[in-house]
């Protein structure tokens, strides 16, 4: 079967290949796709394979690389630690002390740091997968060094059940992250750095000024990059003396603002080190969120170009131009793209015609029909990812946090943008969200089957919007019909489509869990915010789910503009009463954010909603979040609903209404979530 599948693909690649030469065929620069610190620390994140894929299936050569997980793991281990309290020393000295609880904590670690030091290696390899007796070892809990959190999990009694051992080693390692910030780097956080600086920040000198500053990138980043450009650099002679173009195209990932500092120093180091010989291209979900009405000239220093959207169209349009002696004329062909022309000006090339961040330019036909192509076809089948240098997080005992991010996932997805793509408060107006394009399974069974024979991991995390039923469906049926059946999960709208039905032959063919956005739980919640399904489709889709013993992970909003004291109560109340019932496993609450490219702004923006009033700073550099007026008046629903969610989701305390949460004056809920159960079936 799986042979077959090979067959098949690789018939149609060169169907593909016979169809149409690319604009440049005969590049024979190398590709390196870089994921610079710091994201998710259990799996790849998949950009860069994605990328890898495409170049390669494009005849050029190519290798991703995780430097996320690299530094991590240099960070955190035996050599790498003993830095960080040589480093602390130095940088504590001659600052103000804290005092009391703070400085008794300070005074620990350096007093445990020969311990931290000594559990380094065990403790990575342990959260890796790679030492299962370490589990016993960490259980014992003596002679552990011990932060706050560390305390917090081994609790009074100062011991575990070994199967408690990955809280442990995972607590352990975030009181050492808590040290490297206080001590350090105040940006650093184990996922993300300088995240809070980098999103929505109007000033490109200020996030400059973070990365260079770093203590986490200058002593772990710089020195990962330098070496690994001095091999880049020989490989490129290797190429220019075998009659190739001796060129590198270094194409880095930001998907979050929490990766900008790292990509910064990429490019920064490469052009250092390689100087005209690399061409470097930033893209990912930052860049085409929050980038999108980029004027600031200075992010050119470091990158020749920003790619946006899902890059291949993008891509295939430099590499056209790189082929191309006349530059001027070669970017009439650019994509998605934006660069800083010889006068020093910005300029956004090849958006489609109702892109309003760059009107009057208009992509070409070609690219858009091959990238379209691409999106169904290229899968990564992951060759070069070390999968066993992941780590295996664990900081909440829910079974759906647990999914996220203890496990190491092959992630993929079934279709690219959202079949809905309506809802208010969700990014419509980008192409990831409003092009919906579903992927050719074929294509994407057989690099999951690579991918799986390389790594033995049969996990797959469908990173879709929303995985759309058709597909899903398609997926089981095949699923079941493997020697070896994969496992899988991803976002699901709590639809109609879902059926009793559907959701049992979905669980039969392999699907586990389901993350999926409730926002708010009332009839008129979910009419406001456009979720394009009623309270009774809900409860029915959560219960289909629960019956074939699917686990369901909520997304909650409140604050929605216009939304009523009254209504945020009585969706808290639908909550617990799903709970309750055991319809919903977990569940997450978040204060609603106005984005500049959802589809609430841009209703705002033709004047459907006048009660809105945006504030829009002025930008030259980022902008997604914004401000509108009266916003702050929810913030007295902030502690409350976290509260409530924490006893009800977390400590199983269903029976405490939310009125035990809610200061005087705050509305109690009306809503009857008994009678709705009941007209929905569950009672
Ligand atoms: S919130 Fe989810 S379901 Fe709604 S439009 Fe966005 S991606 Fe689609």
Redesign the pocket.
Known sequence: MRELLYRNSIKRSSAMARKSAPGYTGLTMRALCIQPPFVQLNAPYPAIWYLDAWFRKEGLPSAAEDHSIAVTRALYGREGLRRVFAGARLALKGKKPPEGEAALRLRAYFEQEERYIALADGLLGYLSGGDPSFAYRLAVGAGLPLGMRAEAVLGEEGAIAAEDAPALATAILNDLTDFIGYALDEGFGAVRYAERLASGARDYGEVAKAAADSWVHNQFYRPLLKERYERLKDELDADLAAGGDGQALMCVTAPFPGCLAGALLAAEEAKAALGGRVTTLLGGGYVSTELRFLTAPELFDRFDYLCYDAGYAALASVLALLRTADRGEGRRGLTRVRYRDEGGAVIAAGFPADETSCPGFSAPASEEEAEREALATVHPDYAGADFSAYLRIVDSPNPMHRLWNDTPWLKYRLAYG?Y????AF?D?ELDY?KRYLPCDLDALMAAADAASARTGLYGLHFTD??MPIKLVRQFALRNRERSRPFSFWG?A?FDRSWTEEACAMAAEGGLIAVSG?IEIATGKGLEIVD?GFNLSDLIRSLVHFKRAGILTHAYLIYGFPGQSDQDIADSAEMVRALLSEGLVDSAFWHKFVLTRHSRLYARWERGEVPALEPIVPPSRFAVNDLRFKGEEYYERWTAPLDAALAAWADRGELELPLATFLPKGLARPKLDARTILANAGIR
């Open positions: 959202c809905w793509k309506r809802c969700c419509t969200i919007e929303a976002n709208r956005g979720k």
